[in-house]
């Protein structure tokens, strides 16, 4: 059964840029045909998507943080990275990472790890 693990610095300051990663086990994350996402809440809100990476390396992101997000992955280390650029705020939320059989279908989920963005 597969697992997702989210890492990365709990606070970040504000025009920083958030990193974090996503450790994977039980499954590699270039198997046909799954899709790896990331995922965030932030407090009293909803669940957005923030973007994936396909199992072939493409990536898709959503259309309101393309300007600031980045996907990439670590196959040797079967990882996979969000950066988010010049937080503000608002960017704080609790960050799942995801897999599914499309960009927005999530089957599996992280335990999810706060980032809160504070001077």
């Known amino acids: 059964q597969v697992q997702l693990q989210e890492s990365g610095p709990g606070l970040v300051k504000p025009s920083q840029t958030l990193s974090l990663t996503c450790t994977v086990s039980g499954g590699s994350i270039t198997t046909n045909y799954y899709y790896w996402s990331w995922i965030r809440q932030p407090p009293g809100k909803g669940l957005e998507w923030m973007g994936a990476i396909a199992y072939s390396g493409s990536t898709y992101y959503s259309p309101s943080l393309k300007s600031r997000t980045s996907i990439s992955r670590d196959t040797s280390k079967n990882q996979f990275t969000l950066q988010l650029s010049s937080v503000t705020p608002e960017d704080t939320a609790v960050y799942y990472c995801?897999?599914?059989?499309?960009?927005?279908?999530?089957?599996?989920w992280g335990q999810g790890t706060q980032v809160t963005v504070s001077s």
């Open positions: 995801a897999r599914g059989v499309g960009p927005l279908d999530f089957g599996s």
